[in-house]
């Protein structure tokens, strides 16, 4: 735990419930990025030359 980030007014408790609440902000912030890369590596995708000249067939 951050210590410089603790307020020393807060009880155990809610310091408690707020670095968890961070703890959970990070692990959704990871779980996001991993989304957005495995989005972009799909649409990164070649079609064949003869496929979606005028519409993106991969949509």
Not at 35 to 52: E, F
């Amino acid at each position: 735990m951050d210590t410089t980030a603790v307020n020393s007014g807060g009880s155990v408790l809610d310091q408690t419930a707020i670095f968890a609440m961070k703890k959970q902000r990070d692990a959704a912030a990871q779980t996001i990025g991993s989304l957005l890369t495995a989005t972009t590596d799909q649409m990164n995708r070649n079609n064949p030359a003869h496929l979606g000249q005028n519409i993106d067939t991969t949509a």
